[in-house]
Each structure stands twice: as structure tokens, then as C-alpha cells.
């Protein structure tokens, strides 16, 4: 047996492996999420997700800096207040001296237009019964109420100088409400990377002792069932036509499937977030020696963005970026 075609002969050498590679990660691609808490002297570990900590002002830039000199294509902000500072509204979330709009202001002042400054723009970081809108009598999330919440949230935002918003709350309208504001107090060059296709997950879990959450119950009334593929398909539909400018799917690794569908249909940038979840898998198996840390992080980005993916929010991006350059 002989055969003619042999696929192997373009696998033979690390010099041919690279010649052929179709998909190419680059540092660019890659955006750091990061975590700024209140009242906090030190940066603080986060136990669920080891090299990962809640920043102080001073360690933000310095992260930040290290980030940008990485070369990563931008810094998403999620800001952690005082539990005493939580209320029902998520007052920090819009106040001009909560603990985001803060650091976005600090980090616009150090560096300018030199990356890309995001922002959550979502209440449950805010909030005192964790849940990303307000709620209504009845204990609701009540669509209508939360996206007035967020237009005060995305104004404060913007005033504080984030390049892009990201609302991740999963909201009915949520973009649109949220352009419109923007455009009539003129913030018309903010842009929004819309949480399109956010899945209710259970990854998440490392993500609520990062933002020090007490959700009790879950969030399986506005954001996606696991079980649907054709729900997004709709849910970039509506924020493609009302206006965002990147749109993002999430969790990642376990929706590749949904990010290839919309990498098809979307004709704007797409973003995946690989959330904590699977920050922590990977850092967990790793730790015990089951899997090759270093290979392991390469090969989850690299097919997070050959599924479809152009922009990818890890919390490896300083270290990818570093080890890419
Ligand atoms: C909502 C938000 C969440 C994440 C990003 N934005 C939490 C949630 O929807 O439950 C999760 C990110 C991660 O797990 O790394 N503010």
C-alpha cells in the first residue's frame, strides 16, 4: 500500500506546520478583562482564579501598562464596589465617583487613545441582590426599567472616556436604547460590543467571587439556554440592527458552534469572551499536572479564533500577547 495524497507531508517540519497554519493569533486580537475593587490597600487574589486579582487604582495602571506593552488590542473594566455600597438600583454603576467610571477616567488619563478602554455595562457588579437589572414588585427583572438604568449608565461611562461599551446584561433593546443616548449627548464615536449571544452558564461561577456577588438563583430569564443555537442568530439580528458595533458571543469553549454561526451572518467584528470558568479549568487541570498548561492556553484561543472569533476577551491575554510578540 502506497498511497498518492498524503496529507502528512504538509505536517512534517515546525517550518511547514507554520507555512500552512490558517488560523494566526496575534497579540491584537486579544483583550484583558480586569477587575478594580474599592477599599482595598492591595491588589486581591481571587481564590477560584489563581494569577487573576481584584486591582487597586495603583496596580490597574501598572497591569494595564504591562498589558498595553504586550501589545493587547484593549483592557475590559469590571469594577467591584463595597458590599455596603450595593443597593437595589446599582447606584455605583452610574455615579460619577463609582468605582468603574473612577478607574476609567484614571486609565483614559494615563493612556490616552493608546488601547482601547471597555466597560461592563451591566448592573450585577452593583447591585445588592446581584442580578443584572433592577427588579420589580413582584421580584422580577423588570426590561423596561433596567434600560433606563443603563442609558445613566452608559452616559457616565462615556463622560468618563470608555471607547466601547459592553452591555452584558441581556436586556430586550438594550442597544438601541443605549445608541440613542449616546448619540444625543453626543457621544456619537463611543461604540458598543454587544453581549449579543450571552448563555446563562455555569462557567461563570469563578466570576462571582471576582466581582464579590451574592446572586441567590440564577439568570435564566434574560440571558440564552444552553439548548438554543438558531436564539442567537436572532439575538445578533437585533442588536446588529440597532446598531452595535461589534458583537460578542459567551461563554466561549462550550459555544463555538453559535460563534461560527454568527461569524457567518454578522458584518461587523466578532468578539468571544473566554470567561472565568474556563480560566479556571484550564488553570486547575494544569496545576494538578493533567494537562500542559502552556499548550493548553494556546490551542483553546487559537480555536476560539478559528471558529470565528477576530477579538477574544481572556484573562491570558498579557501573558498570549507577551509570548506571541
Ligand atoms: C455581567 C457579566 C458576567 C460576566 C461578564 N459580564 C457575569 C454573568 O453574566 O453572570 C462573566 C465573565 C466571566 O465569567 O469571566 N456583568
Redesign the pocket.
Known sequence: MSPVIRPRRLRTTPAMRRLVAETVLAPQDLVL?MFVADGIDTPREIASMPGVVQHTDDSLRAAAEEAIRAGVGGLML?GVPDAAARDAQGSGADAPDGVLNRALRLLRKDFGDDTVLMA?T????FTDHGH?GVLDSAGRVDNDATLDRYISMSLAQARSGAHLL?P???MDGQVAAIREALDAEGFTDTGILA?SA?Y??A??????E??G?S?QGD?RTY?QDSANRVESLREVRLDLDEGADIVMV??AMSYLDILRDVAEIADVPVAA???????SMITAAAERGWIDRDAAIAESLTSIKRAGASII?T?WATEMAGRLR
Open positions: 478583562p469590571f461592563d451591566c448592573l450585577d457588579e443584572c459592553g452584558s446584561g441581556m453581549y450571552k446563562a452558564s462557567f461563570y461561577g469563578p466570576f462571582r471576582a466581582v456577588s446572586l439568570r440571558q459567551k461563554p469572551y473566554q470567561i472565568s470558568g474556563e480560566y476577551l484573562y
